[in-house]
């Protein structure tokens, strides 16, 4: 898992996408007194006996200041202290004994320094490093220099040397990941006719110094961060297009490092849809699993109600895609069945740049606690390219009779009881039934009732979350408007969101009281049903409407 240095997001793409790259990668660490993470059976082993030759997993804990590694057992030890200034990407060296990154430098700061650690020995070679993004050219440690002429190379062994570009790059280029026989760079762009705010080129760089476009003519990409495939040739990356500070929509693209466009990566399976993400998302974790990609997808942090169900995670390969759960800020796949998932909230605490949360590591058929308060966790090479593709878990229900109304409070049973006889009777079009279960209301309604196309209208409202209507009971959806922002008098709940989805609705673009998007249900479900209980019976008395 990576993300763009500091000054390269800072200088290049803007507040706005800034903001997108913040959320967009994930983290953990490890220690016996940690926090369980939602679901884990307890800590790792031991760190003592930790096996310092065989890294599988490294990752950052911004608050000690500390990378760490761990191994197949889940043992971690703390390879480095970084200081105040935390690295907010790690890149493993192809034989997976050697990290680098570089320090995240202030706006007006270019004489950064690149580190390079050997995991294995604990030795740290630190070089000064007026450049931009960091990774691996083979076995050989690289950057970008920061006027976007050169790749600075600094080897195991032997001088640092510098690489000539066959076509400058200009002083906001980056180095966003490295690769086998070539590493990727990409170069912002003036906004101005074709070309909006935050896009550029995405280009590779051989050995030699040239550079191949990896993107057709005159179609940019914008750009948050990137993932190199493990055996140095695929390329991933996740696009930030915006409208606005709280209309960011980020996509994961695949280029096959060759000749040839880049792949459009995006789900439209239930839970995406039911996460209403839609056209506010960002991209919180991505990483290379063998031959397709984790990626977990979320709403935008600042702009939109938080809820687990808003991230969702997947494998995709070869366009097919696995849903592997919801509520994690990432995932990502290692050899023999290891498993490293970042629990949290998407929610960046105070005095930290990236979000962080409990970084488990599943081994042996059972999930392990590392650490918590992570930021940014990757696996070596090795282990990514062994990883074996996930099974699909179920599909999060979206046809189906609610127990909880529109807030999560249980709904008596025999409502429920009621709601499942309508349901059967709609998704039976028996409007017979119907009638007989409407036994209470007017005439006017059981003419409705009756009418052909009234079961699929019934059965759409029937599975959404009811709501208080006062004297005359609960209506179905309960939903009368709501607005998903955060902290807002009516911030969308998580069973608001779910109704949503289910019907279908699309936001208010003319709301001129909430600046974040505003559903109404009355535009979609003109005829909302009515339930009321009665000497503890439920009855279906009517509709809201019509």
């Keep these: 898992m990576t993300s763009l240095p500091t000054p390269f997001r800072v200088r290049a793409l803007a507040a706005l996408l800034l903001s997108a790259a913040l959320v967009a990668t994930a983290a953990c660490s490890a220690g016996p007194d940690d926090a369980k993470a939602p679901g884990a059976r307890g800590a790792g082993p031991s760190s003592s006996a930790a096996d310092r030759q065989r890294p599988v997993l490294a990752f950052v804990r911004p608050k000690q200041q500390a990378v760490m590694v761990a191994d197949a057992a889940g043992r971690t030890w703390q390879a480095d202290r970084t200081g105040a200034r935390v690295p907010e990407q790690l890149s493993w060296s192809p034989d997976g004994r050697r990290l680098v990154w570089t320090d995240p430098a202030k706006e007006d700061d270019t004489t950064g320094r690149l580190h390079v650690l050997d995991v294995t020995t604990g030795k740290k070679v630190s070089h000064a490093c007026p450049c931009n993004g960091a990774g691996f050219l083979g076995e050989d440690a690289v950057s970008l220099a920061s006027d976007g002429s050169a790749l600075l190379v600094f080897p195991a062994t032997g001088e640092p040397r510098r690489i000539a570009l066959s ?161 994690l800020l990432g995932l990502a796949l290692g050899a023999d069945g290891r498993v490293a998932r970042l629990h949290g909230d998407a929610h960046v605490a105070d005095g930290m740049s990236l979000p962080t949360g409990a970084l488990s590591l599943t081994y042996g058929g059972r999930e392990h606690v590392l650490a918590d308060g992570v930021s940014t966790f990757v696996f070596t090479p090795a282990e990514s390219a062994a990883a074996k593709a996930p099974a699909a878990v179920p599909q999060p229900s979206g046809a189906a009779v609610t127990k909880v109304d529109n807030h999560g409070k249980a709904l008596p049973e025999a409502m429920v009881r009621l709601a499942r006889r309508i349901e059967r009777a709609a998704a039976d079009d028996d409007t017979e039934a119907l009638v007989r279960l409407c036994a209470g209301c007017g005439e006017g309604v059981l003419q409705w009732v009756r009418r052909t196309e009234t079961p699929s209208q019934i059965l759409r409202a029937i599975r959404t979350h009811p709501g208080e209507n006062g004297p005359r009971g609960l209506m179905y959806p309960g939903l009368t408007m709501c607005v998903d922002q955060p902290k807002q008098d009516v911030t969308c709940t998580p069973e608001q969101l779910h109704d949503i989805a289910v019907l279908g609705l699309k936001p208010d673009r003319g709301d001129i009281d909430y600046y974040g998007s505003e559903y109404s249900v009355w535009k979609s479900v003109p005829v909302p049903l009515i339930m009321r209980m009665e000497k503890g019976e439920a009855r279906w008395t009517g509709l809201a409407a019509g």
């Design 167 to 327: 076509r400058t790059k200009g002083p906001f280029a980056g180095l966003v990941t490295g690769g086998a026989e070539d590493v990727t760079l990409f170069t912002p762009l003036p906004e101005g006719p074709g070309v909006f705010r935050g896009q550029g080129t995405l280009d590779a760089v051989d050995r030699r110094g040239r550079v191949h476009p990896l993107l057709p003519p005159k179609q940019p990409s914008t750009l948050t961060q990137a993932w190199r495939a493990p055996d140095g040739k695929g390329v991933a990356w996740g696009s930030a297009d915006s409208g606005g500070a709280c209309w960011t929509v980020s996509t994961l693209f695949e280029h096959s490092g060759a000749s040839g466009r880049p792949t459009r990566l995006l789900p439209g399976d239930t839970a995406f849809r039911q996460a209403l993400i839609g056209d506010q998302r960002s991209i919180t974790s991505a990483a290379w699993a063998g031959a397709g990609l984790t990626v977990t997808y979320t709403g935008i942090e600042s702009c939109q109600a938080r809820y687990p169900a808003r991230s969702v995670t997947y494998y995709v390969r070869d366009g097919k895609w696995a849903y592997l759960g919801s509520g």
